[in-house]
């Protein structure tokens, strides 16, 4: 029963992917091409080691699981550290998010103050005391 209800789990999470199973090897292979909602749906599938170990071994006609452990079964026959692979390209986009969002930081707050500018085309300078002021 766990099994089963496993592999729904997984078809259910495959089907909500709205990718196709080519455009998923070929982001393994490429190292990208995966938006970070996909990656974590694809994380939260990853197999234990020990599932592996079952599965890989296989020696019957793979076309006897279920579509979701067929896929599974030919991704990891393709690619046997995918999901180590999922989850390194999802640590790699969150930290360039990250990356990108705190350099933007770091420019914000390189530029001296009385290069700052309002909307309504001022400049903002801090005048003696340490205060902002509009000019």
């Known amino acids: ?36 909602d996909n990656l974590e749906k694809l994380t939260k599938i990853s197999l234990t080691t020990e599932e592996i170990s079952e599965i890989l071994p296989f020696d019957r006609d ?16 393709a690619f046997p550290s995918a999901f180590t692979h999922f989850d390194a390209m999802l640590f790699r986009l969150n930290c360039y998010t990250d990356w990108k969002h705190f350099l933007g930081f770091l420019v914000l707050h390189s530029v001296p103050p009385s290069h700052w500018r309002t909307g309504s085309g001022s400049t903002m300078a801090e005048s003696g005391d340490g205060r902002r002021r509009i000019s």
């Open 62 to 77: 793979p076309t006897r699981f279920a579509d979701a452990k067929s896929f599974v079964y030919h991704f990891l026959e």
């Open 1 to 36: 029963m766990g099994m089963e209800r496993e592999s729904q789990n997984t078809a259910i999470v495959l089907k909500s992917l709205g990718v196709l199973h080519k455009e998923i090897k070929d982001a393994l292979v490429n190292g990208d091409g995966l938006n970070a």
